[in-house]
């Protein structure tokens, strides 16, 4: 959908990979749950409960803000460049004259990565065929749009793909597309 500014926004494609987080911040917080213990401040393993709820905290609570900021998911193709975001935690801007190729590609997945599971996949992802690709996608490998620069890959996955695709080619500079 465009706007006043001359922006054209589109949505992620439909994927479950938040239930991926749910069962990981659901994990995480079983670790808490002993200090919900009243007579566990009596027992020698308190302080290893603390450090691991030093630990678990922090973590459970990003995992909360990423699941949170999934529905704010977008790629918007601005006068000037593709603003790739997911909330406040994820934002890529990608100028039109620095992009060098837009594919469609299966992206074969490798051991390394930051957060991927099956239906997301999110920052600089590891994968064993093109290297670190910059995902903010509802999908982890199949029918990824890999849009490149010089420097860096992106990896996307638009609900309207081939209309994504159409509209970014037709915004790049005519040396670029």
């Known amino acids: 959908m465009g706007d006043a500014f001359g922006s054209t926004t589109f949505r992620p494609a439909s994927s479950r990979g938040w239930l991926w987080m749910v069962a990981l911040i659901l994990m995480l917080g079983v670790s808490l749950l002993p200090l919900l213990d009243p007579a566990i401040a009596a027992e020698e393993g308190v ?40 909330g406040p935690l994820l934002r890529y801007r990608v100028s039109y004259a620095d992009i060098v190729d837009v594919r469609r590609l299966d992206l074969t997945p490798s051991l390394w990565s930051s957060m991927r599971f099956p239906g997301l996949a999110l920052w600089s992802v590891h994968y064993a065929d093109v290297g670190a690709v910059r995902m903010c996608a509802t999908r982890m490998a199949n029918g990824i749009i890999v849009i490149s620069t010089a420097s860096r890959r992106y990896g996307i996955t638009p609900a309207e793909g081939d209309r994504f695709i159409g509209m970014l080619l037709a915004m790049l500079p005519p040396e670029a597309a």
């Open 47 to 86: 302080v290893v409960l603390w450090i691991t709820a030093g630990f678990m905290v922090p973590l459970i609570t990003f995992f909360l803000a990423t699941l949170a900021s999934l529905p704010a998911m977008r790629y918007e193709l601005t006068t000037d460049s593709l603003l790739i975001s997911c």
